[in-house]
């Protein structure tokens, strides 16, 4: 009993309190696993490639032999001849049954083409998949840096603001100390500084809100989620020109147009071969039983060999045959139009990620000497040797460096990120 009071006394303590969910920190993994769990897309593909196992199984249930049965109960309205006699043509009732075995012998290269065919089409359904997850684990992870640089931004808008605060401080001291026309000139433009920092923190944090909202959406998690600076990533190695290479060989949709090649030589087999004979062979058993009893009835069993020839179709193998072939040129086409489409989108990706990269360099040496000014300013002002304009344009340009590094050091990560989407790396790491 004192035990149970205890718990209950805990229990009811004010101190005592559950984790929200919002107290979870979420990590770019965690973001992937969410929205590779629970996107549409990811189960549109994955549905596709159920039914590419079904077609491969459907496709080699043409290699086996059918077995079929057959029964059927006929009434006549009298019995022929109406006097009966030794032969009865005719019976009042008669039943029929049947069991029929069928095995394709040829059927001019048609049922191996479609087999191979479904196998082909299996692979490619498979590489649509992993296509599919990497453009969403792009926009994840775009929408996740993103998020990352709304924080930055939003830490950056209010530092940005306490040093306007602070300006404001000193140039109200001096305003009340020397009632001058330059320092309540000063003061006003220092008021209106403030506030402009004050807009700049509302809308960052408004930009932090869509973000977070965006992120939520692809992943369907809490859109107050708190979310961690990921590993830094690093550039793969290596050339453009290797790089092309790489993309080519890596590239599930590059391997899924060259497998819908295959797919589409093989179907010109197909519409040819449906136009050659086809041969059969064929068994079974035949039971007849009627009432009156006639000379037919029996139990009989057969097999042999049956052959199907074309020979005047109306131009029909020509047509789909032509059909086939021109298919076929399209998707060839498809294919080399896709070869430089992969090409220019590895050199627009590794070209933007040199300038993003330039960009970044620069952007921290312009922080590091816009810190080193605004330090310099802010004590030259404090002093009374530099006017308020200079601590203002100190301020701007070091508020400018920090903005313009926080955007390139996010924007480095996510270019990183597409050179590996446009090579076909992205989400294969181990």
């Not at 020979?311 to 086409?333: N, P, T």
Request: glycine letters at 6%; hydrophobic letters at 40%; one cysteine or more.
């Amino acid at each position: 009993m004192k035990l149970r009071l205890l718990m209950i006394c805990l229990l009811l303590a004010p101190g005592v309190t559950t984790a929200s969910p919002g107290d979870r920190v979420y990590t770019i993994q965690d973001a992937y696993d969410a929205a590779l769990k629970e996107n549409e897309a990811i189960k549109l593909s994955e549905e596709s490639m159920f039914q590419a196992e079904n077609r491969l199984d459907q496709a080699g249930t043409y290699l086996y032999p059918r077995l079929t049965a057959r029964g059927a109960y006929t009434r006549f309205n009298e019995v022929l001849p109406p006097t009966g006699g030794d032969f009865i043509f005719q019976p009042l009732d008669q039943m029929n049954a049947s069991l029929i075995l069928t095995q394709p012998l040829y059927t001019g290269g048609r049922t191996l083409a479609a087999l191979r065919v479904a196998r082909t089409m299996r692979e490619a359904s498979r590489s649509d998949l992993s296509t599919t997850r990497q453009t969403i684990i792009l926009g994840v992870a775009e929408a996740y840096y993103t998020v990352l640089k709304a924080q930055k931004l939003v830490e950056v808008s209010k530092n940005a603001l306490e040093r306007m605060e602070r300006h404001k401080r000193v140039t109200d001291r001096e305003a009340a100390t020397r009632r001058t026309k330059a320092n309540i000139s000063s003061l006003l433009r220092a008021n209106t500084l403030v506030n402009q920092a004050r807009i700049a923190v509302v809308r960052s944090e408004d930009g932090l809100k869509i973000a977070r909202q965006r992120l939520s959406l692809l992943t369907k998690l809490p859109e107050d989620l708190a979310v961690s600076e990921p590993m830094v990533l690093v550039v793969p190695e290596g050339k453009l020109d290797s790089m092309r290479e790489t993309a080519l060989k890596n590239r599930d949709d590059y391997a899924s147009s060259q497998m819908n090649r295959e797919v589409a030589k093989e179907f010109v087999t197909i519409a040819e071969g449906a136009h050659h004979p086809q041969m059969f062979a064929e068994g079974g058993m035949t039971y007849q039983h009627s009432h009156p009893e006639t000379g037919l009835d029996a139990t009989v069993y057969y097999a042999g060999v049956r052959l199907h020839v074309p020979i005047f179709e109306g131009g029909l193998m020509k047509a789909e045959v032509a059909e086939a072939k021109s298919k076929q040129r399209q998707v060839e086409l498809s294919s080399a139009l896709l070869k430089r489409r992969i090409e220019s989108e590895v050199n627009e990706a590794y070209i933007n990620y040199q300038t993003i990269s330039s960009v970044f360099e620069t952007a921290k040496l312009q922080l590091e000497d816009a810190r080193k000014n605004f330090d310099t300013v802010e004590g030259l002002f404090s002093e009374g040797l530099v006017p308020s304009l200079s601590l203002i344009d100190a301020e701007q340009a070091l508020s400018l460096a920090e903005n313009e590094l926080v955007s390139a050091t996010w924007d480095q990560q996510v270019a990183i990120l597409r050179i590996e989407k446009s090579l076909g790396l992205l989400g294969k790491k181990s």
